[in-house]
């Protein structure tokens, strides 16, 4: 309980509440008034899997539209249980079947993953004996109805209190951000970096994550991102700003002649207006989002990006006397790195406001989802994680697997209670063996203690039916509430006496009942821990390393493309490498990514950066995808310059290497030999814009590359000393 802010603590008595009451509601009606205990049945058990067992997350309102949408799932999944159990093999098929695709719909985001459970309970119930199909309508009927009471319940029984949208928490950030531009070093650069760290999934409710594969989703995800990046963006440019320019600098061409004001304040003026275009921007989207409507026209900023980096070629090729200085260069750079960043979060929220397809927007590669209609946005969700490499896919495997191993041992021993054997497979699996055994510890312990309260109270009570309705009342809303407040053990405890409280009312029971559900318990504890064990037992921790490795793998070749597409010749002659593959990587990384940080440190070393991974790749994407289309240079870039170029690009590429192969940790690594040191672009001549550009992605990258590997080298050891980040004990 001391894990569990007050406000947590609230909402799981609330929710106990309402499940109590939905449930009590018609399981009493339909026992004693209707005499009907098939309906009682499925009225009962509908409200505790929507409920009680699925972590359908959201407000009261969001929660309330999930059940209502997972109904007609339920009533087919209850159909198609109740035919196939007329054979094991039949039901273990279609166990596996729908054990994966309910597993998998985990693709479509937290609300759909949140109701999978539950739906999957409502198979698990019907497929078990007797073959009833006379009874079918009787099981739609109870299941409808106690769907229907748990969905009013949300909305008019102590609601869950709705959280700040994301769209309110991206309009705040914008509207700080607009302060920023418009007033360099007004809003402190931690505060800037704070508000974007709160956009990050993990800091935000699991209900209000844009994590679909629609395209409304897709683009407040971009938009999100692309914030986040402007802020940090905004503040490292408050700090630069702070620091003044120097009177005399950069112009080797000639030698003792001051910077001309004249050129010195035009370069000032152009980006004080870029950057009040930007906080217009950013305002006009604020407003936007608040009004949930695109924003009236399209923005313009990308034509005031186009004039900058215009006026300052203007100046680069111009009389000497006008050439900015270097350190004024790279303050424009930051500007422009600003502007672009603000392009894309008008470009992405417009697509995710408006919702439905538009004509490709440049760069297509960025916004590929904007031109696709919603059943190719879904395939490519699916098949994108469609691989043994994806964790949802691993995921899905396990628990099909676990649930159709638990429905082909109930079955074949002819288990009396068989349901409880795939309800501890679904309830007890973990995404590791070590988190599994620990689950199964605390619920055997439960079990066996509620087993023993259970018997007692049935020897006691006999048939008296009337105490068993005195006590399943408060017993589920004990159940519902201390068991998540105080742990599994607590929780299985108390849902064992609430099982024993039902099926007394339903039939006659005796004492043996508790003796079935922990013979059932044990049975599915062992079918789950061994597929944990046998299917992907270290859970993402693995993946997360691969992943991460395929992902540094990938900078070489849009590093290496990109300096080459700048430096052809003639301008544009060469194409900017394709991005796709590594956005590909990107998703799969950032999946295996949450599900690890979702897990329990396996050891107390240290761990590698690898949300610093994520970001780096960010950078990488932004910079292959922007840098070709307004950076071209005019002139031909002179030899020294080129050569520093694909020098940089080099030493880049060998470092994300050498990072891939400690990620990947194959005991092939060699030492790095690479120098990080970050190299400036030569200014013997002109200082070209593009060069200046250039070295501020490049440098960049170096730097984040150098205080990420550290931490990677430092997560090894442990490994290659004692083994002990692979050792799963049991």
Known sequence: MTG???????????????????????????????????????????????????????????????????????LLLVTLGTLLAVRTWAAVLGMLVVGFCLAFSAVAGPL???????????????????????TLLLRLAGLTVGVLLLAAFEIFMLPAPAPPTYRTRLADALDLAATAAREPGSVPPERLRATGQELRFSRLPPAERPAGPWRRDR????????????????????????APVPEREGTPWAPGSGQSPSARELARTSCDTLLNRVAGLCT??????????????????????TDFQSLRIGQAIGPPD???????????????????????????????????????????????????????????RLLGNMTLHSVMFQNAVRIALGLGAARLVAGSLDLAHGFWVLLAVLTLGRTTAGETWSAIRQALAGNLVGAVAAGALLV???????????????????????????????????????????????????????????????????????????????????????????LLQSFHPLVTGTVEALLASPPGSKEPPSTLPALHRLRLAETAYAQYRSEPPQSSGPYADWHGVLIATEHVLLGTLWLPRIDLPVVKVPYEAASWARDTAARLSETSDHLAELAADDGDALPRTTDTTRVPAPTDGRPLPMLIDLEVWLNGLLAQLSRIEPSVEASMRPRRGHGEEDRITV
């Open 219 to 242: 683009g407040m995800s971009q938009g999100g991102n692309a914030v986040r990046r402007l802020l940090d963006q905004l503040a490292r440019y408050g700090e630069t700003s702070l």
């Open 284 to 305: 006009t989207t604020a407003t936007a989002l608040r009004e949930n409507r695109p924003p009236a026209l399209p923005s313009v900023l990308e034509d005031a990006m």
């Open 4 to 74: 569990k802010s007050k406000a947590e603590r609230t909402e799981i008595v609330h929710r106990a509440i309402r499940v109590t009451a939905a449930t009590s509601i018609g399981f009493y009606v339909f026992l004693y008034a209707l005499h009907q205990p098939e309906l009682a049945l499925y009225a009962l058990f509908a409200p505790i899997a929507l409920g009680g067992l699925s972590p359908i997350p959201g407000s009261g309102r969001q929660r309330s539209v999930v059940m209502l949408k997972s109904l007609p799932v339920a």
């Open 112 to 134: 759909p993953a949140g109701a999978a459970p539950g739906l999957q309970l409502f198979y698990i119930l019907a497929c078990f004996p007797p073959y009833a199909p006379d």
């Open 460 to 550: 006691g009570f006999g048939q008296h039916s009337a105490v068993y309705a005195a006590a399943l009342v408060p017993g589920m809303l004990a159940a519902f509430a201390l068991g998540p407040l105080l742990g599994i053990a607590w929780a299985q405890a108390l849902f064992t006496l609430v099982v024993a409280c039902a099926f007394a009312q339903i039939a006659p029971t005796s004492w043996q009942l508790a003796e079935e559900r922990i013979v059932d318990i044990l049975t599915g504890s062992a079918v789950g821990l061994l597929c944990g064990l046998i299917a992907w037992p270290a859970g993402a921790r693995r993946e997360v390393r691969r992943t991460m490795a395929a």
């Open 322 to 380: 006008g050439v900015p200085s270097v350190p004024l260069l790279r303050r424009q750079a930051l500007v422009l790195g600003i502007a672009e960043s603000a392009r894309i979060v008008e470009t992405a929220i417009r697509v995710g406001l408006e919702g439905h397809k538009t004509g490709p927007i440049p760069p297509q590669e960025l916004f590929w989802y904007a031109d696709m209609s919603a059943p190719r946005l879904w395939a490519r």
